[in-house]
């Protein structure tokens, strides 16, 4: 559901005045991440007022998640992915700020998790809720065995998720080594298919690192929450694209528009 609180109003009746309060934005960094500031920017850059907060000072203070309507992982290498791409912040997360956690989805807000930060989703209930038997997916090493840092075409499968509403296709940069995705079995990859969770594929030839599917994002069940490998934060002005001196780019970019939409959303 949309916040009403975005929305408030000085003075009575006809003369009264609507203004949009900005959503606030939760970008939530730890030792390792590094994409966190221009994750802030890419926010702010959408409308949205956008504050970084280490992870020790929401555990302090798991209450100060409250403040926020959307909340972001940022990519890069959180604890330098030492135990495994993620693991140590999710970690964290299900184990000192759970009950937070889930009372901020709960509430109709935002989750955006870009690379590192889908890794950590996956490994939190936020995300895919696991069954009986476990997680239903996790990210892997790339096929090829090394990190890949290119750009990559998208395209949405049918989704209500809020950060892809209008979008169709993207080109957006990677820059991982254990991105690929993979579903625990057969019968988990088209239960997913089937249930529209898989929300971002690799366009033919572009996969970069053999997840299933050519699945490059996911979102949850109620279409607020996203992960994804490709980083959006990174093709957010017209320059950003490799090919911007030999071709006319768009004049949203395409990483900028999942942004956009995140902070239409409370409008």
Known sequence: MKMSSSIASIGFGHDAITFMIQ???????????NCDEESAFA???????????HIFRLREQPELLRNYQILCLPG?????????????????LRMHLAEELLRFKSAGK?????????QVLLKTPLLLTPDAE???????????????????RLER??????????????????????????????????????????VLRYAAGDNPNGSMGDVAG??????????????????????HFPHWTRSLPPEVPDGLRLFQNAVHYFS
Request: proline share 5%; aromatic share 8%; charged share 20%.
């Open 218 to 239: 996911v979102s949850d069940e109620s279409g607020r929450v996203l992960g994804l490998m490709p980083h959006p934060e990174r093709c957010i002005d017209p320059t």
């Open 134 to 152: 476990g997680p239903l997916a996790t990210l892997a090493f790339n096929d090829c065995g090394y990190y890949q840092d290119r750009w990559v």
């Open 43 to 53: 926010f702010e850059r959408a409308g949205a007022q956008a504050e970084r907060l």
């Open 157 to 198: 499968q049918g989704t209500d998720n809020v950060f892809l509403q209008g979008i169709d296709k993207l080109y957006l940069p990677v820059a991982h080594a254990e991105g690929k995705f993979i579903a625990r079995n057969q019968a988990v990859l088209e239960q997913l298919v089937s249930s529209g969770r898989l």
């Open 23 to 33: 959503p606030r934005v939760l970008v939530l960094r730890a030792p390792g991440t």
């Open 76 to 92: 890069g290498f959180s604890y330098g992915d030492d135990l495994g791409a993620g693991r140590i912040l999710a970690n964290q």
């Open 110 to 118: 935002l989750i955006l998790g870009i690379c590192n930060g889908f």
